[in-house]
């Protein structure tokens, strides 16, 4: 194996670093403080990845459901949080019950395609209370101009893994696309993530298309993310 190079899909790898490199204490205050500005008894967070928020959740006493489509990330998950946590496709679920709120952080609807929005709202309105809310982040649309030059980050995760991490944007195509190599014992592991930027307007659009009265919070961490809470 010593010298392979090898190609994984999203999250196959970078899963168990995910707290260690994407890791944001400083976000989760922001999302919390829009969570806890209303009760929630019923949560289910989408695209929940390690579960950090969904832990913290729990332990306010909400009933929380996590879930995520990445095995990975569910094992990953057992560190932060201990509720249920469902394999999903947050395009197109059904699990048959309701709830107060569901969640989508950490511009995880970012991973979708535009077309696929209106089907996954379609889905979220499915499973909300009468009142119950939809809170969700994207990218803001200025990451593609600050993305324009090359970031780069390197460093060592342990005495064997280090890591390169870039992220480029590509303003005709509208995605940020981020590209990390991890070089390991093993070998070089590649992982690449790419993301789609959505005009705020089409969001808005979609979301109350399918019946969800909407409010944009542009400001929700400036130039960086923009927040949607969605009512049924």
């Not at 403080?33 to 006493?61: P, R």
């Not at 709830?99 to 077309?115: A, F, G, H, T, W």
């Not at 379609?122 to 009468?130: Q, R």
């Not at 480029?168 to 070089?188: A, I, K, L, Q, W």
Request: proline share 1%; charged share 30%.
């Amino acid at each position: 194996m010593e010298g392979s190079n090898k190609e994984v899909k999203e999250y196959e790898y970078l899963a168990k670093y995910y707290d260690y490199l994407l890791g944001d204490e400083e976000a989760f205050k922001f999302w919390l403080e829009y969570i806890n500005a209303k009760d929630y008894h019923t949560v289910l967070e989408l695209a929940s990845g390690s579960s950090v928020l969904a832990g913290i959740l729990k332990k306010q006493g909400k009933e929380v459901t996590a879930s995520d489509i990445s095995k990975e990330m569910k094992e990953v998950a057992t560190n932060n949080f201990d509720g249920e946590y469902l394999i999903l496709n947050m395009i197109d679920f059904d699990l048959h019950k309701k709830y107060d709120l569901i969640l989508c952080v950490c511009d995880s609807i970012n991973y979708l395609y535009e077309e696929e929005l209106e089907q996954m709202f379609k889905s979220v309105y499915k499973h909300l209370n009468d009142g119950g809310r939809f809170i969700f982040d994207m990218h803001n649309p200025k990451r593609l101009k600050e993305f324009d030059e090359e970031y780069i980050e390197e460093g060592q995760i342990d005495e064997n893994v280090y890591y390169q991490w870039t992220i480029n944007s590509d303003t005709f195509d509208r995605t940020v696309n981020e590209h990390f190599t991890f070089y390991t014992p093993d070998g070089m592991i590649q992982e690449q993530h790419t993301q789609n930027v959505f005009e705020v307007d089409d969001v808005k659009n979609k979301l109350e298309n399918v019946g969800l009265e909407s409010e944009v919070v542009m400001d929700f961490i400036e130039d960086e993310k923009i927040l949607f809470i969605g009512t049924k």
